[in-house]
């Protein structure tokens, strides 16, 4: 080849390595965050950035676990279990974003990045966890435990490290191992598939009005709600009512129209369920049947038994000795509620037999007859931001820490909102996004996740925390006004916030919310017990045109009403855990028809037809939309032990804001994470196991 070639072909080289790098630079991923307390720039974040970046990640965890791997010293903990803490740093930094942005604000584009996405994530995972020279190091580490001088955490990090590599097929003959990696590829995309498809299907239904008189008995308000929302479709002049709960919700507690309720409740409960493109069966069949395969490859005997020996109640005997004491309490309170529901219907002189799709009706004309209580009454006094700045009082108020709401941040939606949060002393401790209304990019329900955990390995890393809700939307000239179960929603989710911003590790891998799935509901349900407390109502219910405080006497009456209906909510919520269950406790990998499991389990536990699961199979996105809450619905009520057990900590001294008590449960409970075994944190909180009578007694259920 000729000197001059040779020079063009390397001038060519170079300029295409310019080119490259370049590209690198202009990712915003591939560089450290220019923004205030480096939160994602979401204004620069473009879906084309998404994919290389999930690539340079996933390669240079690959190049730093070959270099853990071939590391010619003596395997330490330092040496791989903090390497491995550090492998990950970009394919976290650009995970975080893009996951809690395709849930939040979702497009054609990012579903399509996410299938592109998911099997190479599936493939790196396996990579790493069916990796026998990093485990064969790990593994030697776990081995000599007793002898290193680790701390509490160190040792907890090291187990969950070794755990995963168990729990993910290290041990298993090569031909087992690419059985399981198939297994995985097509277990994430399935889950992908199952979300895709509630979406789609919550969005699809429309319940219309045209005609006036097909409003009987809903408020001005849920009337006002139905005509904006049908504005926003261009239906201007109509009023929509959809799936989503603050639209579902008033409607059917309202509505004088049956047949109207009977359309809205069939629509809700059937999604997912309608046979066409956005049909979960079929998927449900094949994940159940994928999970018993992936449990039994690994050595248990159903997928429950994987899932729960993970987990604070160790076992399905310990899971269902408590679900089943529950569920033989309140299924009676649920027959007897029936029966008082249909007393109003013949006093009413409506010739009917009660139905799933009246029990929001009858039982809000029950409450209102038994207490003189409804919603309607309660939301003026339930602002949105009040609710949120009282949820605020109450952190500042327990652990002394502020929130002061910024401007200057990147949004990736204009409805969300930012805080910078720091201790009493002005010490920065991290940064919140709350985003609360519903839109046709987001998933529905309500969750808290993170755009940044916190950490303290080479420099203390502070957590970017976000809240993400389906709330009421203001219309006209009102203000979000929230039902009070839409303000317990608020306080839960702010607890889980609190447990990712006062964390207090030195590894990701424990850190915040990185907990057993049945542990992490505490922190996050203790926050709800808060909110009907007199001394809190009196700092944030106040009437949003008037800005009194709430009445005493309806202070009183919200109180007294607390165990109204608490048969069906009882009942809807552990049908639900019982039959996540019943899926995950299968040994046959068979399909199943799971309309005729529904079915046959109803009749099995006794569920009455007037009650139906609070979610159905088909869009039950705990158990099917990912393997978070699989075999984990349970744990709500488990944490619901935990929570009235924990409150009555603070009832015992007689302050409900005592600070020594909240000291307490930072120090022990929400600074920890999972850093330390769950029932120890919580012992050495409480000085003692929780008592299960605490729930039932709080839910009116146990005298």
């Known amino acids: 080849m000729k000197k001059s070639t040779c020079f063009l072909a390397a001038c060519c080289i170079l300029l295409a390595s310019c080119n490259t790098d370049k590209k690198k630079v202009e990712n915003p991923f591939f560089s450290e965050y220019k923004t205030p307390h480096q939160v994602p720039p979401f204004d620069k974040i473009k879906p084309v950035h998404y994919l290389p970046a999930f690539k340079e990640g996933i390669k240079e965890q690959k190049e730093a676990i070959e270099k853990i791997v071939k590391n010619s010293e003596k395997p330490t903990f330092a040496n791989t279990i903090e390497a491995l803490e550090r492998s990950s740093n970009l394919l976290d930094k650009v995970s975080y974003v893009f996951d809690n942005v395709k849930g939040a604000n979702t497009n054609d584009e990012l579903d399509k990045i996410e299938k592109q996405i998911l099997p190479l994530i599936s493939s790196h995972s396996d990579d790493i966890k069916l990796n026998m020279a990093l485990f064969s190091r790990i593994k030697s580490i776990y081995d000599q435990e007793k002898d290193l001088n680790l701390s509490t955490e160190q040792k907890m990090v090291l187990k969950k490290y070794y755990n995963s590599f168990v729990r993910g097929g290290a041990n298993l003959p090569k031909d087992k191992k690419d059985k399981l990696r198939v297994i995985n590829k097509d ?159 013949n006093k009413e002189g409506d010739k009917i037999t009660l139905k799933a799709w009246d029990w929001w009706y009858y039982a809000g004309k029950l409450k209102k007859a038994k207490y003189n209580l409804d919603e309607e009454m309660l939301r003026p006094y339930f602002k949105l931001e009040n609710v949120r700045d009282g949820a605020f009082y109450l952190a500042n108020k327990l652990y002394g820490i502020k929130f002061k709401q910024v401007y200057n941040l990147p949004l990736y939606h204009k409805d969300c909102q930012t805080f910078e949060v720091s201790e009493a002393n002005g010490d920065f401790i991290g940064v919140l996004y709350m985003d609360f209304f519903p839109r046709k990019s987001k998933t529905v329900g309500a969750w808290m996740t993170s755009y940044r955990k916190q950490s303290n390995l080479d420099k203390y890393v502070h957590p970017i925390i976000s809240v993400v809700t389906n709330f009421s939307k203001p219309t006209g000239d009102k203000p979000a006004l929230l039902s009070f179960s839409e ?97 995950h406790t299968t040994t046959s990998t068979k399909p199943i028809n799971v309309l005729e499991f529904e079915k046959n389990f109803s009749k099995k536990i006794g569920l009455i037809d007037e009650i139906t699961y609070r979610y159905r199979s088909t869009y039950f996105k705990h158990i099917f ?34 600070k020594e008590v909240a000291n307490k449960f930072r120090k022990f409970v929400i600074s920890r994470g999972g850093s330390d075994d769950a029932m120890k944190l919580y012992i050495q909180f409480r000085g003692k196991e929780p008592n299960p009578d605490a729930l039932l007694k709080r839910k009116g259920l146990l005298k």
């Open 187 to 345: 277990l994430s995309e399935l889950y992908s598939s199952f979300r895709n498809n509630v979406i789609g299907d919550n969005n699809k239904f429309k319940l219309v009005i045209d005609n006036k008189a097909d409003l009987k008995g809903l408020p001005e308000s849920v009337i006002a709600n139905g005509a904006a929302t049908a504005k926003e479709a261009g239906l201007d002049g109509k009023w929509m009512y959809t799936l989503d709960k603050p639209s579902f919700i008033p409607f059917m507690t309202y509505s004088a129209k049956r047949e109207l309720r009977k359309k809205l409740y069939l629509g809700y409960t059937n999604k997912g369920n309608n046979n066409d493109k956005f049909d979960n069966k079929k998927i449900i069949s094949k994940i159940i049947s994928l999970r018993t395969e992936k449990a039994q490859l690994l050595g248990f005997k159903c997928f429950a038994d994987y899932v729960l020996d993970n987990n604070m109640a160790k076992n399905t005997k310990n899971v269902y000795k408590l679900c089943n004491r529950i569920w033989d309490i309140a299924l009676p309170a649920a027959k007897k509620e029936v029966k008082e529901l249909q007393k109003i219907i």
């Open 487 to 583: 303000v317990e929603t608020l306080f839960h989710e702010f607890g889980h916030s609190l447990h990712g911003l006062l964390s207090k590790c030195k590894y990701n891998r424990v850190s915040g919310t990185a907990v057993a799935r049945d542990f992490v509901e505490l922190p996050s349900q203790v926050m709800e017990n808060w909110c009907s407390e007199p001394e809190m109502l009196n700092v944030y219910a106040k009437h949003y045109k008037t800005g009194k405080a709430m009445p005493k006497e309806l202070i009183a009456k919200l109180n007294k009403a607390s165990h109204f209906n608490v048969g069906f909510k009882t009942v809807e919520f552990m049908a639900a855990a019982l039959i996540d269950l019943e899926y």
């Open 625 to 658: 939309g990912s393997e978070g809450y699989a075999t984990g619905y349970y744990a709500y009520t488990w944490a619901e032990v935990l929570d009235a057990d924990a409150f009555n900590a603070f009832k015992e001294t007689g302050d409900i804001f005592n």
